[in-house]
Nanobody, 122 residues
C-alpha cells in the first residue's frame, strides 16, 4: 500500500525559506517519478515541480529559480526547498506519485499525500 506523508509546512514571512518533505512508503523512490502540487484557497490544484525516476527535474515557471525539488533515495523522501517565498505561494502543498509518468503525463495509478499548509504572510 502506497502512502505519502508531507511535512514541513508552517507560517513564514515573505522572503523567507522553507523545506517541505514527503516520506514515501510502499514504493521505491528511485523507480518512480515524484511531484509537488499546490492548491490555494478558491483555486485549482496546480503543478509545482517534478523529479523523474532518472533524477531529471522540472519546475513551474512561477517557482523557477526559487524552488528546488530533490530526493534522498536512502530515506525514501522527496523534498521541496522553497526560497524567497511570496504571499502568492500560500497554499496547501501536496506530494504525488504514480505507476507511470512520462514527459508531464501521469497514467495508471496515482497517489496523493494529505497535504501540508504553507502560509506566507507578515
Amino acid at each position: 500500500q502506497v502512502q505519502l506523508v508531507e511535512s514541513g509546512g508552517c507560517l513564514v514571512q515573505p522572503g523567507g525559506s522553507l523545506r517541505l518533505s514527503c516520506l514515501a512508503s510502499g514504493i521505491t523512490l528511485s523507480l518512480n517519478a515524484m511531484a509537488w502540487y499546490r492548491q490555494a484557497p478558491g483555486k485549482q490544484r496546480e503543478w509545482v515541480a517534478v523529479i523523474s525516476s532518472s533524477g531529471r527535474t522540472d519546475h513551474a515557471d512561477s517557482v523557477k529559480g526559487r524552488f528546488t525539488i530533490s530526493r534522498d533515495n536512502a530515506k525514501n523522501t522527496v523534498y521541496l526547498q522553497m526560497n524567497n517565498l511570496k504571499p502568492e505561494d500560500t497554499a496547501v502543498y501536496y506530494c504525488k506519485t504514480g505507476t507511470s509518468y512520462y514527459s508531464g503525463v501521469w497514467s495508471g495509478l496515482v497517489y496523493w499525500g494529505q497535504g501540508t499548509q504553507v502560509t506566507v504572510s507578515s
